[in-house]
């Protein structure tokens, strides 16, 4: 079964830091664009950042350049999002998502999600 | 930058009934790289629909996208209990990369 699993969020301070984990199975990931996409409460979607399939190209939303940085380690399966200096509206679920394809296309599986709180 | 309209933001239907959701872009969305997402309470958005058109896999046929350049709608051609539920509308043809339109809330009437 395809299947993305997510870990590492929890509560913080505003200014302190947070990585996510994102461990995938049933597929092997480095075939394909990886991305996070968080949702804050009661709130829309945001995309977040993707990663190309090498690792070497990363992308990042406005919001969050500079801060996040995502990652990936093929050789595990895994995808990281470290995120550094959070803020209050960073608060959020994360999802980790898996792209159609080794370009950019449609999110087709999407993880459970972890909740990151950041207290001001 | 791309930015997505969804219209209208609540619709309230009832089992059985047509549903019709729009989703308008602020530029055009080339390559009609337009994908639907369903997303329940308490549950991770579910991929619908992709290249404006095509079904992902599983999705029943009452579900069918259309539309072009600016304008693309999301058909639900008989609302079953399952289908209510808030629908987003992604483009990935442009920075920045991802867009979400807003969402619109599916009601039962």
């Known amino acids: 079964e395809v299947q993305l699993l997510e870990s590492g969020g929890g509560l913080v301070q505003s200014g302190e830091s947070l990585r996510l984990s994102c461990a995938a199975s049933?597929?092997?990931?480095?075939?394909?664009?990886m991305s996070w996409v968080r949702q804050a409460p009661g709130k829309g979607l945001e995309w977040v950042s993707s990663?190309?399939?090498?690792?070497?190209?990363?992308y990042d939303a406005d919001s969050v350049r500079g801060r996040f940085t995502i990652s990936r380690d093929n050789s595990k399966n895994m995808l990281f999002l470290q995120m550094n200096n959070l803020r209050a509206d960073d608060t959020a679920v994360y999802y980790c998502?898996?792209?159609?394809?080794?370009?950019?296309?449609?999110?087709?599986?999407w993880g459970h999600g972890t909740t990151v709180t950041v207290s001001s | 930058e791309i930015v997505l309209t969804q219209s209208p933001g609540t619709l309230s239907l009832s089992p059985g009934e047509r549903a019709t959701l729009s989703c308008r872009a602020s530029?055009?969305?080339?390559?009609?790289?337009l994908a639907w997402y369903q997303q329940k309470p308490g549950q991770a958005p579910r991929l619908l629909i992709y290249?404006?058109?095509t079904r992902a896999t599983g999705i029943p046929d009452r579900f069918s996208g259309s539309g072009s350049g600016t304008d693309f709608t999301l058909t639900i051609s008989r609302l079953e209990p399952e289908d209510f539920a808030v629908y987003y509308c992604?483009?990935?043809?442009?920075?920045?990369?991802?867009?979400f339109g807003p969402g619109t809330r599916v009601d039962i009437k």
């Open positions: 290249s404006t058109s």
């Open positions: 530029q055009t969305v080339f390559s009609s790289y």
């Open positions: 990663i190309h399939i090498g690792g070497g190209i990363t």
């Open positions: 049933g597929f092997t990931s480095m075939n394909y664009v």
């Open positions: 998502v898996k792209g159609r394809s080794d370009w950019l296309d449609a999110f087709d599986i």
């Open positions: 992604q483009q990935y043809s442009s920075s920045p990369l991802f867009t």
